[in-house]
T-cell receptor
Framework: SQELEQSPQSLIVQEGKNLTINCTSSKTLYGLYWYKQKYGEGLIFLMM?????EEKSHEKITAKLDEKKQQSSLHITASQPSHAGIYLC???????????FGKGTRLHILP | GAGVSQSPSNKVTEKGKDVELRCDPI?????LYWYRQRLGQGLEFLIY????????KSGLPSDRFSAERTGESVSTLTIQRTQQEDSAVYLC?????????????FGSGTRLTVV
């Protein structure tokens, strides 16, 4: 079965600094999804990557998928307190398959 | 509705009691998913409904857990004889699967506490 590893598990960053979160799949995937969860709340869809080498950006958040479609990185530029939360990557092995999630990365932003 | 609605938002129950959690997906979304998130953990897949196909129950942790969905409407997750290890946030999501590859829209979850 497909497994996802996220690193780091936890991250504390000074406001204004850049940071990167990684997600590695044990198998080639169909789609890679990034979600954000505010503490105690539901999940917010950030972006989906499907093509090898694909890169997408939303405001100060950029996500990339490697050519082999097994690794993705999420990069935040000039972090702000609003970026704090839990970032979860999810992967679907096939087009109509369920998404399996990693354990998440807890991001804290220091003012 | 505009989003995925879950009820109740919070549920405290005594060990051994049965509980029902409800999920109302976005209208027109053919796929519906249940996940469980224990404190400080990631999302654990429970069950997946896709249209009229047989549900994927591969994530249900024991036979105390069951879920139903009628057509493309409301789903109910039932936990019988609750145990303390069932305490978690139960998240429901729906998606428009006909075109494949869409992200899910999640509800705010039901926080279940078994005492």
């Amino acid at each position: 079965s497909q497994e996802l590893e996220q690193s780091p598990q936890s991250l504390i960053v000074q406001e204004g600094k850049n940071l990167t979160i990684n997600c590695t799949s044990s198998k080639t995937l169909y789609g890679l999804y990034w979600y954000k969860q505010k503490y105690g709340e539901g999940l917010i869809f950030l972006m989906m990557l499907q093509k090898g080498g694909e890169e997408k950006s939303h405001e100060k958040i950029t996500a990339k998928l490697d050519e082999k479609k097994q690794q993705s990185s999420l990069h935040i530029t000039a972090s702000q307190p609003s970026h704090a939360g839990i970032y979860l990557c999810g992967a679907a092995p096939a087009r109509d398959d369920k998404i399996i999630f990693g354990k998440g990365t807890r991001l804290h932003i220091l003012p | 509705g505009a989003g995925v609605s879950q009820s109740p938002s919070n549920k405290v129950t005594e060990k051994g009691k049965d509980v029902e959690l409800r999920c109302d997906p976005i209208s027109g979304h053919t796929a519906l998913y249940w996940y469980r998130q224990r404190l400080g953990q990631g999302l654990e897949f429970l069950i997946y409904f896709q249209g009229n196909s047989a549900p994927d129950k591969s994530g249900l942790p024991s036979d105390r857990f069951s879920a139903e969905r009628t057509g493309e409407s409301v789903s109910t997750l039932t936990i019988q004889r609750t145990q303390q290890e069932d305490s978690a946030v139960y998240l429901c999501a729906s998606s428009l699967r006909s075109k494949g590859g869409y992200g899910y829209t999640f509800g705010s979850g039901t926080r279940l506490t078994v005492v």
